[in-house]
């Protein structure tokens, strides 16, 4: 059972080299695109954001130019509504007026509309791309899982998709509008005066030159922004989860420092972005002043020529705020287009990170019903960065034998069972179910198969009965009821006030750490596997409870194969066979009594569980 001399001669380094084989990937894709890229790519992942788009944009149009009516309404009062003899032309002024008004009614409606439907689309491709991200999540290994803090991972699919929504709603829609009021206004300044308009384009260079030095610099600042943001709500997320150990250890100053660490980073990171973003709101207010008084000084003197009328330079000039707006709101529009670029690649790594414990589907093979053979087949195997933790491992499993897995801690027993239960796949060598390498095997088939029971099952806050059907969700209550008894837990069961609908608590807290353990066996047995593999609970229970757990543990690995790490000696004593693990190498293989009666590492947990029991 050695391993090969060339699997021991190096502990890191290239993955060929690597002792426990190719290391697994397992950490969260960056993505690296360009922004346009990056926006390109997350439009095409919620294709709701298209859908619509061209009535929305037509209704952004009728509103925009809507706008321009007051120049227009003025410039033709001023130069047309005063006759000859200097009185005003009241049919005509109150025509234009009238006229006025309807036009901004109708402009009115038309952005109220577009705003309607540009919220209904954003959402709902915000809601895609959140259930998109989500899903691949669950899809990730439990190694990728763990490469972030879960608080991290959880706002990616949260907090940064609400920064692209803030911009699709509020930016995105600004952007439409500007771009919109901008053109419209260049077109009809250019109308009363090409000069005069590209005076204005000429003054406003400057500002859009500034902006693009600007952008690449922002672009950096908001994903530092969305990072230690991340970062900020997994550390909180993770304090207020270990609340119970915090208080119990009395850290809670040193915790506190420790999200205070956090809090700072993501306010420098905010101040700095926000610091470069405000500089070019004052830059571009100077640049709108002397635009204004360059226009004012030649439109004058443009007027005197006869190139321009009163009327049409007063509309210019109003004309000029519209133009003017975008060129403002810019900077702001650029800010949240950058904080959602960010927020997209975040979320965007999510869905570029390739699951490395990938399904075969279809192709996968299912596997037929009854007790479980298994096989390790010269399974090595190291955690990323690591020295090997499984070392060549090759064992048989027979068809519905009981199988107690022991060894020091550390000795490579969870790896074992994490590999036999695929959450994860070995650097080297294969594990067998039936014959069958575990990577050919359906996931519905292996899922419906083999069942893991760990140490701490997940309880979800709802009521026992729920909990116990999460396995199964069309088990009916009677069967709950007979799975219960079957265990021999009935009288537990009475035992509840409220019996199976007992609530359960936040991750279980209401009940027990014994009656947490009771849920996850019933649980399994309603799941009914063939395979079932189980790390027994370390926690210390009382006397009863753990007569009831040995109880159901005997029933329900009853006529099934079973790997079970034992933390206790019972469950090896209880066990037909023992495996004994011993830095990453199984060392020791019998029944109890066999392995007694030998010196070796068994014979010495055998002591010191005996003196620690006595
Ligand atoms: N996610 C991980 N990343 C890196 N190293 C790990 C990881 N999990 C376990 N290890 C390392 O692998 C080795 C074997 O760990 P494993 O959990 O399999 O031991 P074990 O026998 O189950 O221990 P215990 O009885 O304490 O649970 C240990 O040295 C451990 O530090």
Redesign the pocket.
């Known amino acids: 059972m050695s391993a090969p001399a060339a699997d021991r001669s190096s502990t890191d380094g290239a993955d060929e080299a690597a002792p426990g084989g190719p290391q697994p990937r397992n950490r969260l894709e960056r993505s690296r695109d360009g922004a346009i890229a990056t926006i390109r790519r997350g439009l095409r992942l919620s294709p709701e954001f298209a859908r619509g788009l061209g009535p929305t944009l037509l209704l952004a149009v009728a509103a925009t130019a809507g706008k321009v009516i007051v120049p227009i309404a003025i410039q033709q009062i001023i130069d047309r509504g005063i006759d000859s003899s200097g009185r005003p032309d009241m049919e005509f002024v109150a025509a234009t007026v009238a006229l006025c008004a309807g036009t901004l009614v109708v402009t009115m409606v038309c952005a109220y509309l577009m705003n309607v439907r540009l919220y209904r689309a954003t959402e709902s491709a915000l809601a895609t791309l959140r259930r998109k991200a989500f899903r691949h999540v669950h899809d990730l290994s439990v190694?990728t899982q763990?490469s972030e803090r879960k608080g991290s991972l959880v706002a990616r699919v949260t907090a940064d998709v609400d920064q692209i929504s803030t911009f699709m709603q509020w930016g995105g829609l600004q952007l439409i509008v500007s771009v919109g009021q901008l053109a419209v206004a260049t077109a009809l300044m250019a109308v009363y005066s090409w000069e005069l308009t590209l005076l204005v384009w000429v003054c406003f260079v400057p500002l859009l030159l500034g902006a693009r030095w600007l952008q690449k610099r922002l672009s950096r600042a908001y994903l530092t922004v969305r990072e230690r943001t991340g970062d900020m709500l997994g550390a909180i997320g993770e304090t207020v989860m270990g609340a119970s150990v915090i208080r119990a250890h009395g850290t809670e100053e040193r915790t506190a420092r420790r999200v205070d660490t956090t809090v700072l980073a993501t306010r420098t990171a905010q101040v700095k972005a926000q610091r470069l973003s405000m500089a070019v709101s004052p830059f571009a207010e100077m640049i709108a002043a002397v635009g204004n008084a360059a226009v004012v000084v030649a439109g004058v003197l443009l007027g005197l020529g006869g190139g321009i009328t009163a009327g049409e330079l007063v509309a210019f000039l109003f004309l000029m705020t519209l133009f003017v707006q975008p060129m403002m709101m810019a900077t702001e529009i650029f800010n949240e287009a950058q904080n959602a670029i960010a927020g997209w690649r975040r979320v965007l790594g999510i869905l570029d990170t390739v699951p490395d414990i990938a399904d075969p589907g279809e192709a996968g093979t299912a596997l037929p019903r009854g007790p479980v053979e298994v096989r390790f087949d010269g399974v090595s195997y190291a955690?990323p960065g690591?020295p090997t933790?499984l070392d060549s491992v090759d064992e048989a499993i027979a068809p519905g034998t009981r199988v107690a897995v022991v060894?020091?801690?550390?000795?490579?027993?969870?790896?074992?069972v994490k590999l036999l239960t695929r959450l994860m796949d070995p650097g080297r060598g294969r594990v067998l179910v039936d014959g069958t390498d575990l990577r050919d095997v359906a996931f519905s088939s292996l899922r419906a198969r083999m069942v893991m029971v760990p140490q701490e099952g997940f309880l979800f806050d709802s009521s026992l009965g729920a909990n116990i059907r999460f396995a199964r969700p069309e088990a009916t209550d009677a069967e709950l009821e007979a799975a219960v008894t079957e265990l021999g837990l009935a009288e537990w069961l009475e035992g509840l006030a409220h019996g199976l609908e007992t609530p359960v608590g936040q991750r279980g807290e209401s009940l027990s750490a014994g009656e947490r353990q009771l849920v996850a066996l019933v649980r399994a047995y309603i799941a009914d596997p063939d395979l079932l593999v189980l790390d027994e609970a370390t926690s210390a229970v009382d006397p009863d409870t753990e007569v009831r757990i040995q109880r159901a543990l005997d029933r329900l690995t009853r006529g099934r194969t079973s790997v079970a790490?034992a933390h206790r000696l019972s469950t090896a004593e209880a066990a037909d066979e023992v495996l004994v693990?011993d830095a990453?190498r199984v060392v020791q293989r019998g029944t109890h009594d066999e392995l007694v009666a030998r010196p070796g590492v068994y014979a010495d947990l055998y002591a010191s569980w005996v003196r620690s029991s006595a």
Do not use: D, M, P, R
């Open positions: 190694l763990n955690y690591g933790v060894g020091e801690t550390g000795s490579g027993k969870t790896t074992f790490i693990f990453g």
